[in-house]
């Protein structure tokens, strides 16, 4: 089995002529956290498109678990343990919080909601659920329909109803985004928590959320790779100073001087 989880070599994606991502070469280590991080519009969620097949490359490839996925359609992708946040994880606001894991966990094993189960399956279904909720500190939130929960609380049940399909690599985009200080610590130690014995790669803008949970960090500006390495390394990066410098740089606290 190979230290590379996901491999990407010259992946670009053009759209009527202008490049989003471009030549992008990009190597995920097995059971680490990596963030890929760069000011707006430097193409993150685009890779994060391409790399769950969202979107087809321009050019490039992508390699999962020794695997070429580029031609692959993203439900085959996920069946592989490659998912992504929010994908086929959609929250029903009118269910409640455990059944919403619970419809995340039935959709995993047939498809269809299949009612009809022995009761049995469906109890396992609700264990199963439990736990998951367990996971991710929802317990106490479980009767109420997802609707009615706080917003970081949401963010949470999505986690919780990724987790359901059981990935082997999660793609978690801006998993903090619009959230108060209190609940970027709790998702901050959820990530730290559902990454035991997994692979995470992490869009995130908040550059202490990376410094915290980050192994490895791949900077991205205008489509193209800036820097790699930790966060020390990069964070006293010039380059990677100058990029975010005038956009972000009072909100984020990046060092002016390394
Ligand atoms: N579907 C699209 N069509 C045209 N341009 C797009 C499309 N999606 C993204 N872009 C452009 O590609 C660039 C990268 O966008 P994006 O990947 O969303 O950046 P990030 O997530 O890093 O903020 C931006 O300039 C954006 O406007
Ligand atoms: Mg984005």
């Not at 029903?92 to 995340?104: G, K, Q, Y």
């Not at 991710?136 to 109803?161: D, F, M, N, Q, S």
């Not at 998993?175 to 959820?190: K, N, S």
Request: aromatic content about 6%.
């Amino acid at each position: 089995m190979s230290d590379i989880i996901l491999e990407t070599v010259g992946l670009t994606k053009e759209f009527r002529g202008f490049v989003a991502v471009s030549d992008v070469s990009l190597r995920v280590k097995r059971g680490t956290i990596h963030g890929l991080i760069g000011p707006n519009g430097a193409g993150k969620t685009t890779c994060f498109n391409l790399l769950t097949k969202f979107l087809p490359p321009t050019r490039g490839t992508i390699t999962y678990d020794g695997r070429d996925i580029t031609a692959m359609k993203s439900a085959d992708v996920a069946r592989l343990g490659l998912v992504r946040s929010f994908q086929i994880s959609a929250v029903f606001p009118h269910l409640t919080v455990l059944e919403n894991v619970r419809v995340a966990l039935q959709r995993q094993r047939g498809g269809s909601f299949d009612f009809w189960r022995a009761d049995g399956l469906l109890r396992r279904y609700d264990d199963r659920a439990r736990e998951l909720l367990e996971d991710v500190g929802l317990i106490p939130w479980a009767t109420i329909t997802a609707g009615e929960l706080p917003y970081g609380r949401k963010r949470a049940l999505e986690i919780a109803t990724t987790l359901a399909l059981d990935p082997v690599m999660m793609l978690l985009d801006e998993p903090t985004a619009g959230m108060t200080h209190e609940d970027v610590d709790r998702i901050v130690a959820l990530v730290k928590r559902v990454a035991k014995g997994r692979t995470v790669l992490l869009v995130e803008h908040n550059l202490k959320v990376v410094a915290g949970l980050c192994d490895q960090i791949t900077v991205l500006t205008r489509g193209r790779i800036l820097a790699e390495g930790d966060y020390a390394s990069v964070s006293r990066n010039p380059e990677v100073i100058a990029a975010y410098l005038g956009t972000e740089v009072d909100s984020v606290g990046v060092p002016a001087h390394g």
